[in-house]
């Protein structure tokens, strides 16, 4: 009797304890390939072009991490267009690393990231580019 009382305490403290930390939700990422177009909301998004891409090759040691900066295209329901820079990476003076690609009903749509990463063993121009965005509200 008092071996079963003792794990049944044990139990509920365990699981008490458990709970104190809070479980963050993932990113949720929408992919969008180069040159293709995506709608959000009101909104369609197109990944233009790869601008630059210095970054610093997986298994490398670079002295500069490097860079991508990618343009990206918006247009709203009354097809008014903004064209974007995205820069991922190193920021150089008088440049913005604004990710934020449009407002929405109180929502923010972000860029968040490029891939893929450059690897040493491959070039840059058997890359398939793909820009990922995700929804902050």
Not at 28 to 43: N, R
Not at 78 to 103: A, H, P, R
Request: overall charge negative; glycine content about 6%; hydrophobic content about 40%.
């Amino acid at each position: 009797m008092k071996n079963s009382i003792l794990i049944f305490l044990f139990l509920v403290s365990a699981f008490s304890f458990s709970q104190e930390n809070p479980v963050e939700s993932p990113l949720i990422a929408v992919k969008i390939p180069l040159g293709e177009t995506i709608q959000i909301g009101s909104h369609t998004i197109t990944f233009k072009d790869v601008l630059e891409d210095s970054r610093c090759p997986v298994g490398v040691t670079c002295v500069w991490a490097g860079r991508a900066k990618i343009s990206v295209e918006i247009s709203d329901e009354e097809n008014k267009l903004m064209e974007k820079n995205l820069i991922f990476g190193e920021i150089m003076q008088g440049e913005s690393n604004d990710m934020v690609l449009f407002t929405e009903n109180n929502s923010q749509v972000i860029g968040l990231k490029l891939n893929p990463y450059p690897n040493s063993g491959e070039q840059a121009t058997e890359r398939s580019y793909v820009l990922l965005v995700y929804v902050e509200n």
